[in-house]
């Protein structure tokens, strides 16, 4: 199995940097996991909607540049499904299941993700209704991904 995070922008705290560090290090029991970061668009805090929309088209351009070839794209998406733990888990041995073994998680910027990235998914995963910085959300995401291999794998993990 395969699992990639994109994600655009840096993760600029070392404290996320070594929380990523250590959920990659855990999910390789599972899955050949990576992450790769796309530049983020700087835009001005007062940026007009057209703006905003021509950043989106940009990362989502680089987003998809760095999804592998073949691989189920996944995004974080506020509109999308909001399983629990058990949920996902549910879901990943559904995809693998029909055959699916190489999975990206995308997560777009600040302004959201672009029409393309969003219409390339096979599948919208809402991590939760609350708003968080997006290095937490990635770091919530790698978290949730593993927690999903242990359940999949009839391993206790703490609830």
Not at 61 to 87: C, F, H, W, Y
């Amino acid at each position: 199995m395969q699992i990639e995070v994109v994600a655009v922008g840096k993760l600029k705290e070392k404290y996320w940097s070594e929380a990523q560090t250590e959920y990659v290090k855990r999910l390789s029991r599972f899955a050949t996991t990576s992450v790769r970061e796309v530049a983020e668009e700087k835009l001005p805090d007062n940026a007009a909607p057209a703006m905003e929309e021509q950043g989106r088209q940009k990362e989502g351009n680089r987003l998809m540049q760095a999804v592998s070839k073949g691989s189920m794209i996944i995004v974080l998406d506020l509109s999308g499904e909001a399983p629990d733990s058990t949920g996902l888990a549910a879901r990943f041995r559904e995809w693998t299941n029909n055959g699916k073994s190489s999975f990206t998680f995308v997560i777009g910027g600040s302004t959201g993700l672009s029409r393309d990235v969003l219409k390339a998914a096979e599948y919208r995963l809402c991590l939760s209704k609350l708003t968080f910085p997006h290095q937490m959300a990635r770091i919530v995401l790698l978290e949730q991904i593993y927690r999903a291999m242990k359940i999949n794998g009839n391993e206790t993990y703490h609830k």
